[in-house]
Every structure is written in structure tokens, then in C-alpha cells.
């Protein structure tokens, strides 16, 4: 049961656009989600987070929106750079605890 | 500050055979875990620890042991390598539980032949 879902496996977006990242989950009790970023080879370093009891998280050029009524929340990148070639992990903890359920990532692809 | 450290980077095994993955950190964080990550799978929780002498199974415990005598350390080691076992492997850490952000070593990239 996948309970956090990343239904675009990739995207490509021209640079200086934005990019957006879509993921969906099932558990109405998740209360807070993060994204992750990798990079090929290395391990997945954290970008941004939002809690429940908001809609919207700004950091830079990243913003996390969250939709609790569509259980739906998506990531902007604006404006979109090569070096945000990465893949985007969605996740979000089990209950209250640290356990994180990621989804499947996007590949995302930013060309000149 | 090193962060999270794991070696080693890469790794054939036969099956059968049994070896150790190290993890270390160095930022006095409490709470440590080991995630594989598969193909079209993210990456999914092994096993985790919220204190030195403090373990406790995640969502694919099997064929995997942990223990964790130190707050620097959190060595994972497989029993018996199984070719389901080939993956790349993380560690991550975080200063305590309830913290939620992770901080990820670089991975083991393990294949059993």
C-alpha cells in the first residue's frame, strides 16, 4: 500500500520556468511532509517542509503548497535552474513517529 | 563536521554470504535508520534507533540485523545475502526523534550475485 504517492516518474522544464512536483498520499493522520532532493550517487538531502496546520511553506526559490481536502501537495521551483536536476522524493512521517514513508521520486530535468 | 559517513561505497557479495554495512555520524544525533532504495520503489525503512541500546524494526526488517552500542554508530549487517538484497543503501540520522529532518550519508551500492 502506497501510502504517498508520486505519480510522474519524470519532467523536463526549460530553464528560468517552473517546475512543479506533484504528490498525493492516502493517510488523512499524516500531519507533516518534507522533500527530499538526490543527486546520482549521493544520498538524498533535505530541501523543504510543511506542517498540516499550514497551506503554504516558502524557502527561496522552493514553495511547498499542501491541500489537506485532496490530500495533495506539490513543490514550485521558480525559476528553474540546471543545477535543480535532481530527483524529488515526497515523504512523510508514520503517526508520531520518525519513521518516514517516501514516495517514488520525479526525476526532474531542467535544460537551458 | 563529517556528517553521516558509510562505507563501504560499493560491494559484491555471493549468496549466502554475510557482511556488516558501517554507519557513523558525527553530529551527535540521537536517532539513526537504514533505508534501501530500489527501482520505481523510493526508498523504504530497514530498521532504526532512537537512542544508543534502542532498536527497533521499520518496514523491511527481514534478513537484516542492527545494534547500536554508541551514539556515533549504527552498523547494519545482513545475515545471509539473499540477490533480493541487492540495493543501495542508506543511513541517516537526525538530532532527535520528533525532528523529522533527516540528514543522509552517500550510500552503499550492494549487489549479490
Known amino acids: 500500500d502506497q501510502q504517498v504517492k508520486q505519480n510522474s516518474p519524470s519532467l523536463s522544464v526549460q530553464e528560468g520556468r517552473i517546475s512543479i512536483l506533484n504528490c498525493d498520499y492516502t493517510?488523512?493522520?499524516?500531519?507533516?511532509f518534507l522533500w527530499y532532493k538526490k543527486y546520482p550517487a549521493e544520498g538524498p538531502t533535505f530541501l523543504i517542509s510543511i506542517s498540516s496546520i499550514k497551506d503554504k511553506n516558502e524557502d527561496g526559490r522552493f514553495t511547498v503548497f499542501l491541500n489537506k481536502s485532496a490530500k495533495h501537495l506539490s513543490l514550485h521551483i521558480v525559476p528553474s535552474q540546471p543545477g535543480d536536476s535532481a530527483v524529488y522524493f515526497c515523504?512523510?512521517?508514520?503517526?508520531?513517529?520518525?519513521?518516514?514513508?517516501f514516495g517514488t521520486g520525479t526525476r526532474l530535468q531542467v535544460f537551458p | 563536521n563529517a556528517g553521516v559517513t558509510q562505507t563501504p561505497k560499493f560491494q559484491v557479495l555471493k549468496t549466502g554470504q554475510s557482511m556488516t554495512l558501517q554507519c557513523a555520524q558525527d553530529?551527535?544525533?540521537?536517532?539513526m535508520s537504514w533505508y534501501r532504495q530500489d527501482p520505481g520503489m523510493g526508498l523504504r525503512l530497514i530498521h532504526y534507533?532512537?537512542?544508543?541500546?534502542?532498536?527497533d524494526q521499520g518496514e523491511v526488517p527481514n534478513g537484516y540485523n542492527v545494534s547500536r552500542s554508541t551514539t556515533e554508530d549504527f552498523p547494519l549487517r545482513l545475515l545471509s545475502a539473499a540477490p533480493s538484497q541487492t540495493s543501495v543503501y542508506f543511513c541517516?540520522?537526525?538530532?532527535?526523534?520528533?525532528?523529522?529532518?533527516?540528514?543522509f550519508g552517500p550510500g552503499t551500492r550492494l549487489t549479490v550475485t
Open positions: 493517510n488523512s493522520m499524516f500531519d507533516y
Open positions: 553530529m551527535n544525533h540521537e536517532y
Open positions: 515523504a512523510a512521517p508514520r503517526g508520531n513517529t520518525d519513521k518516514l514513508i
Open positions: 541517516a540520522s537526525s538530532y532527535a526523534a520528533g525532528s523529522y529532518e533527516q540528514y
Open positions: 534507533s532512537v537512542g544508543a541500546g534502542i532498536t
